[in-house]
């Protein structure tokens, strides 16, 4: 596709749910990345997938949080038993190689709100 | 533990009014530093990225620069389109490709 695309744009679910977040990357990137943004702040690194992989997972902040990418290209952030506290912009991002120093691209993000 | 700082939160110019943005970084060894713009209700879009101290990128009306310890995004003349929320994020060398973002600079530029 033409750029990075996410789905839903918005979600919002009561506290206690189990939801999916979804990740269309930029078709030949071979590297993902999940980022969460609270209202005023910077984005913040959950994890990151090299193909399938995911090579590094240090910013999940629990095990409520968990990410697949089974074919190496669409992935799908899951948050079980989900709290108000994770209410924030879940945004994905892509490179070609996910080789260091290689540019991010970003969709337009997954607003969640969580009641 | 990496860290980047973004002054100041907020800055209100006039149409024309050139200014700068400061994002103070620090890291073990820097592979990269990014800008980006992020629009409300949108995601990061990318603007530059500089890889070594001494580095500029320019596009339109912007112009980045770097230095050991933080970067500058310069705006010439800016026009009210260039309101938005700017980013900074580096990357470690020992970061494994994650970025690190500031808090972000919120330019409002009044026409």
């Known amino acids: 596709g033409a750029g990075v695309s996410q789905t839903p744009s918005n979600k919002v679910t009561e506290k206690g749910k189990y939801v999916e977040l979804r990740c269309d990357p930029i078709?030949?990137?071979?590297?993902l990345y999940w980022y969460r943004q609270s209202l005023g702040q910077g984005p913040e690194f959950l994890i990151y997938?090299?193909?399938?992989?995911?090579?590094?997972d240090s910013g999940l902040p629990n095990d409520r949080f968990f990410a697949v990418r089974p074919e190496g290209s669409v992935s799908t952030l899951k948050i079980q038993r989900t709290e108000r506290g994770d209410s924030a912009v879940y945004l994905c991002a892509s490179t070609l190689g996910g080789g260091a120093g290689e540019t991010q691209y970003f969709g337009p993000g997954t607003r969640l709100l969580v009641l | 533990e990496d860290q980047v700082t973004q002054s100041p939160e907020a800055l209100r110019l006039q149409e024309g009014e050139s200014s700068s943005l400061n994002c103070s970084y620090t890291v073990s060894g820097l592979r990269g530093l990014f800008w980006y713009r992020q629009d409300p209700g949108k995601g990061p879009e990318f603007l530059f990225t500089?890889?070594?101290a001494g580095e500029e990128k320019e596009k339109e009306r912007l112009k980045a620069t770097l230095t050991k310890k933080e970067s500058f995004l310069h705006i010439t003349a800016p026009k009210p389109e260039d309101s938005a929320t700017y980013l900074c994020?580096?990357?470690?060398?020992?970061?494994?490709?994650?970025?690190?973002f500031g808090q972000g600079t919120r330019l409002t530029i009044n026409p």
């Open positions: 994020a580096v990357e470690d060398v020992q970061g494994a490709q994650k970025l690190v």
């Open positions: 997938f090299q193909g399938t992989g995911a090579a590094d």
């Open positions: 078709s030949g990137h071979t590297a």
């Open positions: 500089l890889y070594s």
